[in-house]
């Protein structure tokens, strides 16, 4: 395994206490880089994971990842990875079978999990691996949820900046340092969470879905009459989509693409609705056609 992660990084007596409070059988933050943000086109190229054991004891996993495709340049500054520094990496395989090794079954977190638990799902089904019985919480929303109405919140609920609201520092985009922080900073949305007396479960406040809520491999498959819709989607260039359903039900609607990634209930295409300047989830099967547009 690869070390990228900062001495200087740990959890501290209270935050592990609180996250033993809540998950006594452990639990284990994990983070992804990629080559890009949809899990149907674009590949994992690093997987590190934090995992705290009922004893206290923390384990880590890192492994850097040959995509075996070229990196956008684009996305270089992000994790700092290029496809020399991965040329003698192993490809995704063997390394995605030792991290599933890795948590077992244990509670997952991530920090907008649902990014990185898409790769983890798409790569499950990729080698026809078993499905675990993990739960999937994310400390972003977490984070929103416990801080949008509290008296002095966070600018905003991205990870760097949860991380200087509790006053602790990380190098961003190394994966290992992310799994860290995202463990931290759950453990003290869970403090918060408690100070509160919250009537919701923190599951109701935190939890997205099971792992094994995705069985069907032939649910998160690209229709052909879809196909085109690769680029445009790694591209993240404005189309018109025709929907079965929402307000605007039967119409063609510009939207710009951000992500295609799977969901307990099929595959989504995650967009900026350009006519309501809310970013939706669109469920594939739900889309009739789509047309090229202009960006003006």
């Not at 090794?101 to 244990?106: E, S, V």
């Not at 109701?204 to 085109?228: C, G, R, V």
């Amino acid at each position: 395994m690869h070390d990228r992660k900062n001495p200087d990084l740990h959890l501290s007596e209270m935050e592990t206490k609180v996250l033993l409070e809540f998950f006594p059988q452990g639990i284990c933050a994990f983070d992804l880089e990629m080559t890009g943000l949809s899990a149907l086109f674009d590949k994992i190229i690093e997987i590190a994971a934090c995992k705290l054991l009922p004893s206290g004891e923390v384990e880590f996993f890192h492994e850097l990842i040959n995509p075996l495709i070229s990196i956008p340049e684009h996305t270089i500054p992000y994790h700092g990875l290029t496809n020399e520094d991965l040329r003698d990496a192993p490809s995704l395989k063997k390394p995605l079978q030792a991290f599933l090794k890795f948590y077992g079954h244990l509670p997952l977190v991530a920090h907008n999990a649902l990014f990185d638990a898409s790769f983890l799902i798409r790569g499950i089904h990729e080698y026809n691996f078993e499905i675990s019985l993990s739960s999937v919480f994310d400390s972003c929303r977490m984070g929103r949820a416990i801080y949008k109405k509290h008296e002095s919140p966070p600018q905003d609920f991205k990870l760097s900046t949860m991380a200087s609201y509790y006053n602790f520092e990380f190098n961003h985009h190394q994966a290992l340092d992310d799994a860290i922080a995202c463990l931290k900073i759950f453990a003290g949305s869970l403090l918060e969470y408690k100070k509160q007396q919250r009537k919701e479960s923190f599951k109701t406040l935190s939890h997205i879905f099971k792992l094994s809520s995705f069985q069907k491999a032939e649910n998160y498959l690209l229709p052909n009459k879809l196909k085109d819709l690769k680029d445009y989607v790694q591209g993240q260039i404005p189309i018109k989509i025709k929907y079965k359903g929402g307000q605007f039900k039967g119409e063609f609607r510009p939207i710009k693409p951000i992500s295609m990634l799977p969901m307990p209930q099929g595959l989504v295409l995650y967009a900026e609705c350009l006519q309501t300047d809310m970013n939706k989830y669109f469920l594939v099967k739900k889309i009739q056609g789509f047309q090229v547009t202009s960006t003006s």
